[in-house]
């Protein structure tokens, strides 16, 4: 069975730190891109943060530019997310995932994803 596996959810305080790690269980995810995805009660899941791995490029969604660094290792296929200055609005289940032929930022177009883990900041 092909998946991932995320690490590193919990509860924290807002303007604590973070650090999300996720990669392959069984077979590989194959992967041109990878990245995190977050979803909050009643909203749809989005993209907080992307990596194509042929150019190198970084996106980021609007509520985490500054505060959030992703990284990871290609020919692993894994990922990690670097979350500084966390408040409640960051509160919601992220999601690793990687798709084999990256066409857009959209998770509707991604394949393979993690079971998710829980990150909860209090005020």
């Known amino acids: 069975q092909t998946r991932l596996v995320e690490s590193g959810g919990g509860v924290v305080q807002a303007g604590d730190s973070l650090s999300l790690s996720c990669a392959p269980s069984?077979?590989?995810?194959?992967?041109?891109?990878m990245g995190w995805f977050r979803q909050s009660p009643g909203k749809e899941r989005e993209l907080v943060a992307g990596?194509?791995?042929?150019?190198?490029?970084?996106v980021y969604g609007d509520s985490v530019m500054g505060r959030f660094t992703i990284s990871g290792e290609a020919g692993q296929h894994s990922v990690s997310l670097q979350m500084n200055s966390l408040k409640p609005g960051h509160t919601g289940v992220y999601y690793c995932?990687?798709?084999?032929?990256?066409?857009?930022?959209?998770?509707?177009?991604?394949?393979?994803w993690g079971q998710g883990t829980q990150i909860t900041v209090s005020p």
């Open positions: 995932a990687a798709t084999v032929i990256w066409s857009s930022w959209s998770p509707e177009d991604w394949g393979c």
């Open positions: 069984g077979r590989t995810c194959r992967s041109s891109a």
């Open positions: 990596i194509r791995w042929r150019d190198g490029l970084t």
